[in-house]
């Protein structure tokens, strides 16, 4: 075990039990607003899945979920009825259905989006100045370790924040 790894786990435990708190307390301060976009969290999830992946099948849906067929063809089946998903026959084998998202299901995620970014707002601008530079430089150390974990594999062994970044300094 590298040296301070235990600690280091700890110091993981707090930032994700912080965060876990952090969101419970947003879910559940704009819970009613989030009810006026009628969809259940499950919806919501295959929503997003459509829509940042501009289409897909419908058996690559249900993979993504980790759910049955039928499970996601229920799921889609309610969201076409809604206006919010299409069904496309795929040009590329007919057996295949390719699942879109439509005009009003990209207005409902950019509701999401929307009440996402307010609430966000009213947090952040209940900060001191430092305590906003804190949140900044976190959310920006956050972000950067996103997008080299969540990359496309590039064969060049690209796993980890670059060095200037890793101390946390500025």
Do not use: C, W
Request: hydrophobic residues 45%; charged residues 25%; negative net charge.
């Amino acid at each position: 075990m590298p040296p301070g790894g235990t600690d280091r786990e700890a110091r993981i435990d707090r930032v994700v039990a912080a965060y876990e708190l952090l969101m419970h307390r947003i879910a559940s301060s704009h819970a009613p607003d989030l009810l006026e976009v009628a969809v259940t969290m499950s919806q919501a999830k295959v929503l997003y899945l459509i829509a940042a992946a501009q289409g897909m099948r419908m058996s690559e849906l249900a993979l993504r979920l980790g759910v049955s067929i039928s499970t996601t063809s229920g799921l889609v089946d309610r969201l076409v009825d809604h206006g919010l998903l299409a069904r496309h026959d795929d040009p590329a084998d007919r057996r295949q259905v390719v699942v879109t998202i439509t005009t009003t299901g990209s207005a409902n995620l950019e509701r999401f989006r929307e009440l996402n970014e307010a609430q966000m707002r009213r947090l952040l601008a209940r900060l001191a100045d430092p305590e906003l530079d804190v949140v900044e430089r976190a959310t920006t150390l956050l972000a950067a370790a996103a997008a080299d974990a969540f990359a496309p594999a590039t064969g060049d062994g690209g796993d980890s924040i670059a060095p200037a970044d890793k101390g946390g300094h500025s």
